[in-house]
């Protein structure tokens, strides 16, 4: 094996993990505490892509003020979305099938209202970091990747602190053990469940402005979300840590498929990746135990 | 009448595979989101002997039925015997969909993502509605039988259902298997009816609208998924609605039928039990 191009692989790898990483969070976050597999993320963060570029090209703003406005789009529409589609059927305790296929259609409903109205055009994002490159080990990085890998780890990091040092992060641990117990102890569910809507809808946006800069903005690519999903599961759903780590190793194993296999055999694999967690190990490598309940 | 007639046959082929998600979904107790997948390999096999191999109709339609059947004993056999929850089921379902889907656009038979063109035009009106007629007599006999109790009891309760002697794992392969049937034979029809095909023409979205034309019928109800899978066709082709504002309605139409009625349009009753009351073979005590 030819060590540069491994280097390579392997930095490419990681850049995407990163990004899937940043959408897996957000499945995640939702799994834990709703126990549904919220298929509606991959519209929010298709939305929160077409925030920031809304801002960014129409009004030409900068980086941060680009990803600060698409953080707080995804996350208003993400938080309004729980309101219309799900809290009446949390409420009244439906089955956990019931929200997914809610989610779905969520999904289908932002997907194809985008299609309608806006058009199936491609759009690019304006060339915020231009083409730079950095060098590692004579294997050239573009500064975007390195960007989006680090921003991912802080922002994980921060959310992982968030949930264990705050008084918010101990509710939302308490309504992941136990909803009941945790309402009965004085914590407002309702406020709580925005809360986490929030955050893994401003991850959603950060997420879509990485992966419209990275690749184009148009109305399927929440679809990517998939790729998450399968992250999300790897790494355990529900885990934080998992769902970085899951991430990652997706990314790299995937690039590896593509580079040294084949590259139309790399959805295959990662969805027999799937097929073979659910299967084998459904709660991944750090999940927790989740069976289901008589 | 020419185009109202394609329009109906269109409808009654997308009866069939909802009629099959509907044992499998509605009956069975399990959600799928990858039945598209099914529809595929029976349109892509059927396709293929004929266009090929010059295989009569018939049995080329027979075969891609039972290839469907065949390739549904893929994902059913690992993801059924390790009893998955039924949400990890669905998307493990979900990526099987996908992955058939990319190893269609990549084989060298199947003409990869540009699609099989002229295929032969062997799908007649009263074909279809012969096959959907056999399917709707097949399902209400296999429902009434010990098979079909059996599902049943497996939606109502699984724990109960295996602590009674039902065993799961069979009972479910067998419904999926059923439902594979069907959609396969769904598919080799609309293969002949449109005498083109391509991958993109079996992915999640059309899984999902299978699935919410069994939602939207109600789930334990056969007429139910019927009437709404003809509506779910008909009106939109009818009124010459865009594909993509029938997709805006579809969404929203799952969304609104989840938060205000999860039983769906008939329930868990059937057509027939508006005039006679005593029938009611998807059963359910009413809470």
């Known amino acids: ?294 | 009448m020419d185009y109202i007639l394609s329009i109906v046959i269109l409808a009654c082929i997308n009866m069939i595979a909802v009629l099959g998600l509907s044992i499998f979904t509605g009956f069975t107790g399990l959600f799928s989101l990858g039945h598209a997948a099914f529809v595929g390999v029976g349109a892509y096999t059927s396709a293929i002997l004929t266009y090929y191999y010059y295989v009569p109709f018939p049995l080329a339609l027979a075969a891609g039925a039972a290839a469907a059947g065949l390739v549904s004993l893929i994902i059913g056999i690992p993801t059924l015997r390790a009893k998955l929850r039924s949400d990890y089921f669905a998307i493990a379902i979900l990526g099987f969909g996908e992955a058939m889907r990319v190893v269609l656009e990549n084989l060298e038979i199947t003409n990869g993502a540009r699609g099989l063109p002229g295929i032969d035009n062997f799908t007649t009106f009263p074909i279809v509605l012969a096959c959907l007629a056999l399917g709707v007599f097949f399902a209400r006999n296999f429902l009434r039988s010990r098979w079909g109790a059996a599902c049943i009891a497996i939606r109502e309760d699984p724990i109960a259902a295996e602590m009674a002697g039902v065993r799961l794992f069979r009972t479910r392969l067998l419904s999926l298997v059923v439902s594979a049937v069907y959609c396969g034979l769904s598919g080799g029809l609309l293969a002949h009816f449109l005498s083109f095909i391509q991958p993109v023409m079996f992915t999640l979205v059309q899984s999902t609208q299978l699935l919410a034309a069994v939602i939207a019928g109600g789930m334990g109800s056969l007429s139910g998924p019927l009437i709404a899978s003809f509506v779910f066709i008909g009106l939109p082709e009818a009124l010459r609605v865009a594909q993509m504002w029938r997709l805006v309605a579809y969404g929203l139409l799952l969304v609104l039928i989840m938060v205000y009625r999860p039983q769906g349009l008939m329930g868990y009753s059937e057509l027939s039990s508006f005039f006679r009351r005593k029938d009611n073979p998807g059963g359910r005590m009413q809470p």
Request: glycine share 12%.
């Open chain 1, 1 to 294: 094996m030819w060590p540069g191009l491994f280097l390579q692989t392997l930095i490419t790898g990681l850049s995407i993990g990163g990004i899937y990483a940043l959408m897996a969070v957000g499945y995640s976050l939702v799994f834990s505490v709703l126990n549904f597999s919220n298929f509606a993320h991959g519209a929010v963060i298709m939305l929160g892509a077409y925030v920031g570029l809304a801002l960014a090209a129409k009004l030409s703003l900068g980086f941060g003020i680009v990803l600060a406005g698409s953080i707080a789009g995804a996350g208003i529409i993400a938080v309004l979305n729980e309101k219309l589609a799900y809290s009446s059927l949390r409420r009244r305790k439906a089955p956990s099938l019931y929200l997914m296929i809610s989610a779905m259609g969520c999904a289908v409903f932002l997907e194809n209202l985008v299609y309608a109205t806006i058009g199936s055009r491609f759009y690019a994002f304006p060339e915020f970091f231009g083409r730079q490159v950095i060098s590692i080990g004579g294997s050239s990085v573009s500064l975007l990747d390195v960007g989006a890998f680090l921003f991912a780890l802080v922002a994980i990091l921060g959310l992982h602190l968030f949930i264990n040092r705050t008084r918010t992060g101990i509710a939302i641990r308490a309504g992941v053990s136990d909803m009941t117990m945790c309402s009965l102890m004085g914590v407002d569910l309702d406020r709580l469940i925005a809360i986490v809507f929030l955050l893994a809808g401003g991850f959603a946006g950060v997420a879509g402005v990485f992966l419209g800069i990275k690749y184009l903005v148009y109305p399927t690519m929440g679809w990517v979300t998939n790729k998450a999903y399968i992250a999300a599961v790897i790494g355990g759903l529900g885990s934080l840590p998992g769902a970085l780590a899951g991430g990652l190793i997706l990314g790299v194993v995937e690039t590896f498929v593509s580079s040294y296999i084949s590259s139309v055999m790399r959805d295959v694999f990662s969805f027999s990746l799937l097929i073979a967690f659910l299967v084998w190990r459904p709660n991944g490598l750090w999940g927790t135990d989740s069976e289901e309940k008589v």
